[in-house]
T-cell receptor, first 113, second 116 residues
Framework: LAKTTQPISMDSYEGQEVNITCSHN???????ITWYQQFPSQGPRFIIQ???TKVTNEVASLFIPADRKSSTLSLPRVSLSDTAVYYC??????????????FGKGTKLSVIP | NAGVTQTPKFQVLKTGQSMTLQCAQD?????MSWYRQDPGMGLRLIHY???????DQGEVPNGYNVSRSTTEDFPLRLLSAAPSQTSVYFC???????????????FGPGTRLTVT
């Protein structure tokens, strides 16, 4: 399974765009890149997933360069409610219809008023 | 849909006691898994199942047993609780996927377990 490295913590003011970068140098050809968000005392929640280039949904964008050795989660105009831990995962299909995903320690984002 | 539900929310055990953490999902997902999360850490995979009757070990399986008799339920059993098993336990489920499909797991609210 590909290992990921992301900053331990980040601070941002309300209304700013936040970019969290994750490196995954040994990503495999079939791996997808997935980001989860976790609030205190809750289970992680899926945010976005991509394979290459750019993916955008209603809450975030995911930028993946051509070599796929890193990815950047972009949160536009963050609010206090975006304060959470963000996990970058690289998933390998393990056969029999299942993906094995490894959670690192994540990036603790603190949004400041 | 209730999604993924877990019971109990909180539990205190004495060393050596056994118990079962319950997990159920109503989304007809084939894939279910158990994670533990220790303070300041990410989630570590304990066991997973790709369908009824099929289970396999994850990263940290020692001290835990699972079974999958139905699609909906995936209980986690602690055989003889130890203080090192004090943690928050999350159950997750997802659709069965084939290679190349994107992947999303749905997590339950967690069970906070303390072993004294």
């Amino acid at each position: 399974l590909a290992k990921t490295t992301q900053p331990i913590s980040m601070d941002s003011y309300e209304g700013q765009e936040v970019n969290i970068t994750c490196s995954h140098n040994n990503i495999a050809t079939n791996d997808y890149i997935t980001w989860y968000q976790q609030f205190p005392s809750q289970g992680p929640r899926f945010i976005i997933q991509g394979y290459k280039t750019k993916v955008t949904n209603e809450v975030a964008s995911l930028f993946i360069p051509a070599d796929r050795k890193s990815s950047t989660l972009s949160l536009p105009r963050v609010s206090l409610s975006d304060t959470a831990v963000y996990y970058c995962l690289v998933g390998a299909y393990s056969g029999a219809g299942s993906y094995q995903l490894t959670f690192g320690k994540g990036t603790k984002l603190s949004v400041i008023p | 849909n209730a999604g993924v539900t877990q019971t109990p929310k909180f539990q205190v055990l004495k060393t050596g006691q056994s118990m079962t953490l319950q997990c159920a999902q109503d989304m007809n997902h084939e894939y279910m898994s158990w994670y533990r999360q220790d303070p300041g850490m990410g989630l570590r995979l304990i066991h997973y199942s790709v369908g009824a009757g099929i289970t396999d070990q994850g990263e940290v399986p020692n001290g835990y047993n699972v079974s999958r008799s139905t699609t909906e339920d995936f209980p986690l059993r602690l055989l003889s609780a130890a203080p090192s098993q004090t943690s928050v336990y999350f159950c997750a489920s997802s659709y069965s996927k084939v290679a190349g499909d994107p992947y999303e797991q749905y997590f339950g609210p967690g069970t906070r377990l303390t072993v004294t």
